[in-house]
């Protein structure tokens, strides 16, 4: 049974530092891994998908790694800014469902 | 593209009333849906999938009695809670795909908030 766990669970930063949000899975079998965001009372806004076939992916200050052997994802945030505060979810796809980590509460004071 | 909209993004209600919350693929044929349910401080989890024309299947523990699930079109979902009780109250987020298997990616819609009086 997949079980994903995101560490820290929170995490509070200046403005301006770089970070890293780990999540890791214990069934290498996916078809990819999604990380979300999701701000307070909303819905889910994807940032990045990287298919398992991928060991990355970029979208501007964002950069999300796979190793799919050692069962780990990390979500890099360059020059974190206070909207980046928010909820990261990282979610990984078996055959059909997504499976859901319980996400990292970030927030960047100014 | 691929966009997926939820309607109503919040509802409130009283215990005991149905309550049908819709989810639809605006610019793409969603041969699969998915509806996940968020509890408080807590994950997401599936609570069933739904193929177009097909009775939803319903994950171990989710009452298909309860949350009725709808899929008559390819670019509408329709889940509905019938008799609606405080416990009830959760965020409730679905997401489509266009292929049946489930290896495309899942589009998720932004969410509907129920608070059941």
């Known amino acids: 049974k997949q079980e994903v766990t995101q560490i820290p669970a929170a995490l509070s930063v200046p403005e301006g530092e770089n970070l890293v949000l780990n999540c890791s899975f214990t069934d290498s079998a996916i078809y990819n891994l999604q990380w979300f965001r999701q701000d307070p009372g909303k819905g889910l806004t994807s940032l990045l998908l990287i298919q398992s076939s991928q060991r990355e992916q970029t979208s501007g200050r964002l950069n999300a790694s796979l190793d799919k052997s050692s069962g780990r994802s990390t979500l890099y945030i360059a020059a974190s800014q206070p909207g980046d505060s928010a909820t990261y979810l990282c979610a990984v796809k078996g055959t059909y469902k997504y499976i859901f980590g319980t996400g990292t509460r970030l927030k960047v004071l100014a | 593209g691929a966009v997926v909209s939820q309607h109503p993004s919040r509802v409130i209600c009283k215990s005991g009333t149905s309550v049908k919350i819709e989810c639809r693929s605006l610019d793409f044929q969603a041969t699969t849906m998915f509806w996940y349910r968020q509890f408080p401080k807590k994950s997401l989890m599936l609570m069933a999938t739904?193929?177009?024309?097909?009775?939803?299947?319903?994950e171990q523990g989710v009452e298909k009695d309860k949350f009725l699930i709808n899929h008559a079109s390819l670019t509408l979902s329709t889940l509905t809670v019938t008799s609606a009780h405080p416990e009830d109250s959760s965020f409730y987020i679905c997401?489509?795909?266009?292929?049946?298997?489930?290896?495309?990616?899942?589009?998720f819609g932004p969410g509907t908030r129920l608070t059941v009086l």
């Open positions: 997401s489509a795909s266009q292929g049946t298997f489930g290896t495309d990616t899942q589009y």
């Open positions: 739904s193929n177009e024309g097909s009775k939803a299947t319903y």
